[in-house]
């Protein structure tokens, strides 16, 4: 299609909205684009922001690729057709609406309320923000038949976003995700939804949640007489803006800590995130009052939630007496270790329990589950999939914990999403566990080292920007897959995994297999040496992620930090030698 075609559908699209039921801010808004601002206008015009397999999540503005009222009014209602047709008994369907701090958010919830009680449905809407991890607890709770949760996550300020869940807690997976994909794509117009809510059919919910949800983790604790006795230790926490503020220092309360250190300027719930760049406890910056507030106090632990606290990240001291952050293998590692060692020391391990963890996590973690005899699933990257492998096996074995690399662990199975709430209150825990045995985590981590082998992991995102990016990052992936590589860093590619194709290549034996799991647009290259490369398009921010996995043994604690630099410079020379930098 030629630019001239492009921009003429662009401008068709954007007059609709001049002429249009649509309110007048939101048309100066796109007169001013189409006067001043014709990349901005392209941008957000160029196509319809997606409702992909998560949801909704873009940047907030006018326009049909953006999230604003009427994305999400549709969205919306498009849930609501199919909500009607897989439950034409259940009168009224009933449904969970919550949201985080971002800008928008509260807007957003009472938009999304209100079209759902306009189509006769029974809403429960939280009264203030609350973390999602609440939102995929109430459903089950209340018995509902599904759920949204309006946040973007750990995106910067200018995103927001809309998670759509199933009657099980778990964001939806096939095919209900992609059914519902089509019945919104069938709302074309803002004249499709039904937008005058009826407020006796929406009813606050708000406290009597959180009691519920905060019991449940109450009972997850298996070392209460170890924080007792070390009730005293010194723990910093900062929700980074965003829903933790509340539910995360009362967890701890509960659980007998009494030195909680909140980074009170971090406890406001803002949407435009002031004293970080980005709110994701991914990246260093984002811990550094944390750390600081450390410092002052003398904590040994720094946990930070992103904004609607379903991830966290940490730092502890080494022994250097330096804080330092963990990435999420490392901490899931620590949470899965620690766990399982409790449950083993209780005689809790009947030989029918299982964890759960992702592709494009550490594989640390089927170690340890083999270390246990734990049965161990691995499943595409994703919570709702984890979700489904619990859903899946839980009938005749028993859940324990799973996690991925990305930050996200969920302990328990009465939420279906990654818990930052519950996981704060275990690594809390763990902490005072290892206090109690005379030992730092950090000391914890040496060990697990020691014991499953010095597994290191990196991450790499790309971003690229607008429509040309994502054209950008989709040649990627298919001259990855044309002219797959034969050597890395001058290791041999032994396999190659093409989880698309659904597609396991023997590189050495020439031999194939199929992978039985759904497809996804992930690739993975195995190398002779142990290394492990994937490739994977972001779902929902315009970026390519490429992860790495190396691997040595750790004879002695004295020698962690020589073979952490071995680690490092492996995965820097196969980045260079991917020509990724």
């Not at 083993?344 to 340890?368: A, M, P, Y």
Request: proline share 3%.
């Amino acid at each position: 299609m030629s630019n001239t075609a492009i921009d003429l559908i662009i401008l068709e699209r954007a007059n609709s909205w001049l002429t249009g039921n649509f309110d007048e801010d939101t048309k100066r808004t796109v007169k001013n684009m189409m006067e001043t601002n014709p990349a901005e206008l392209t941008d957000s015009f160029y196509k319809d922001l997606e409702f992909g397999t998560g949801g909704l999540r873009g940047i907030m503005g006018a326009g049909t690729n953006r999230m604003n009222k009427y994305t999400v009014g549709m969205a919306t209602q498009g849930l609501a057709n199919y909500l009607k047709m897989m439950f034409p008994n259940v009168d009224p369907v009933k449904m969970a609406v919550s949201h985080d701090s971002r800008n928008n958010s509260k807007y957003f919830a009472q938009i999304v309320a209100e079209v759902l009680s306009a189509n006769g449905f029974r809403v429960y809407l939280f009264d203030d923000l609350r973390p999602t991890p609440e939102l995929s607890f109430a459903i089950r709770h209340l018995g509902c038949q599904s759920g949204v949760m309006l946040t973007a996550s750990h995106n910067p300020k200018e995103y927001n976003g809309y998670k759509a869940y199933w009657d099980d807690g778990a964001q939806m997976i096939a095919p209900h995700d992609e059914n519902v994909i089509r019945e919104v794509q069938k709302i074309t117009s803002v004249d499709h939804v039904r937008w005058q809510g009826k407020h006796t059919n929406i009813i606050s919910i708000g406290a009597e949640i959180d009691q519920a949800y905060l019991e449940k983790i109450a009972a997850l604790s298996l070392s209460p007489d170890c924080i007792h006795r070390q009730e005293n230790i010194k723990i910093v926490y900062t929700p980074l803006h965003g829903c933790g503020r509340k539910l995360v220092p009362e967890i701890l309360g509960q659980y007998g800590f009494k030195n909680i250190y909140i980074v009170e300027e971090q406890a406001i719930a803002d949407g435009n995130f002031p004293t970080v760049h980005s709110p994701n406890p991914e990246e260093h910056d984002a811990l550094n009052m944390g750390i600081n507030l450390a410092e002052k106090v003398h904590a040994d632990l720094v946990m930070a939630t992103d904004p609607d606290s379903d991830r966290v990240g940490i730092a502890i001291r080494n022994h250097k007496n330096k804080m330092v952050l963990l990435n999420g293998n490392q901490t899931a590692a620590l949470i899965f270790h620690y766990i399982l060692t409790r449950w083993d020391e209780l005689g809790k391990l009947t030989g029918k329990e299982f964890i759960v963890s992702t592709i494009v996590t550490s594989k640390i973690l089927s170690e340890i589950a083999r270390s246990f005899s734990v049965t161990y699933f691995e499943c595409l990257t994703g919570f709702k999939f984890i979700a489904d492998v619990i859903r899946k096996h839980e009938k005749d074995m028993h859940y324990i914990v799973g996690g991925e690399e990305s930050y996200g662990y969920l302990i328990g199975d009465f939420v279906r999403d990654k818990d930052a709430v519950s996981a704060c209150a275990i690594i809390a825990e763990m902490a005072a566990w290892t206090a109690d045995h005379g030992k730092s985590l950090f000391d914890l981590l040496l060990e697990v080292y020691q014991t499953y082998g010095f597994y290191k992991e990196s991450l790499l995102s790309i971003t690229k920007k607008g429509k040309t990016g994502a054209d950008e990052i989709q040649q990627m992936m298919v001259n990855l897959r044309k002219q797959p590589p034969v050597f890395i860093n001058h290791s041999r590619v032994a396999m190659i995994r093409d989880y698309e194709l659904s597609v396991e290549t023997d590189c050495t034996g020439h031999s194939s297999k199929t992978i039985d799991l759904p497809k996804s647009n992930v690739l993975q290259f195995l190398l002779e040496d142990g290394s492990i490369i994937s490739a994977r398009p972001s779902g929902t921010e315009p970026k390519i992620k490429f992860y790495f996995g190396v691997k040595e043994t750790l004879g002695a604690t004295d020698a962690f930090e020589l073979t952490e630099k071995v680690l490092d410079e492996r995965i820097a020379d196969i980045i260079g030698s991917m020509k990724l930098k």
